[in-house]
């Protein structure tokens, strides 16, 4: 089993900045996951993908909405993901998920694992 706890979200004004982490653990996660990703669902819409990075190389890969203002990071050695948000805008309220799978094209379309999920508020 994966777990995943994601923390750091809150209410920012827009054009402010957020970093959320997302904490992995379980016994076989190290050599179970090929990366981790962030989604994230806004009141009465699909959840929608935001970004993905491997563990090995740190590749990323960005929905067009939040290229140049997101920015995924890892640490391995805390099997840690960081997602983190710049120039905020409020149409990027939403809960946050992070995910983890153990392929690429499935980590960006149908995760396995997921987080709880954290809300993130941006006010206008």
């Known amino acids: 089993q994966v777990q995943l706890v994601e923390s750091g979200g809150g209410l920012v004004q827009a054009g402010g900045s957020l970093r959320l982490s997302c904490a992995a653990s379980?016994?076989?996660?190290?050599?179970?996951?090929?990366?981790m990703g962030w989604f994230r669902q806004a009141p009465g819409k699909e959840r929608e993908f935001v970004g993905a990075i491997t563990w090995s190389g740190g590749r990323t890969y960005y929905a067009d909405s939040v290229k140049g203002r997101f920015i995924i990071s890892r640490d391995n050695a805390k099997n840690t993901v960081y997602l983190q948000m710049n120039t905020l805008k409020p149409e990027d309220t939403a809960v946050y998920y992070c995910?983890?799978?153990?392929?690429?094209?499935?980590?960006?379309?149908?995760?396995?694992?997921w987080g709880q999920g954290t809300q993130v508020t941006v006010s206008s």
């Open positions: 379980g016994r076989t996660f190290s050599t179970y996951a090929v990366g």
């Open positions: 995910a983890a799978e153990s392929s690429w094209q499935l980590l960006l379309s149908r995760p396995h694992y």
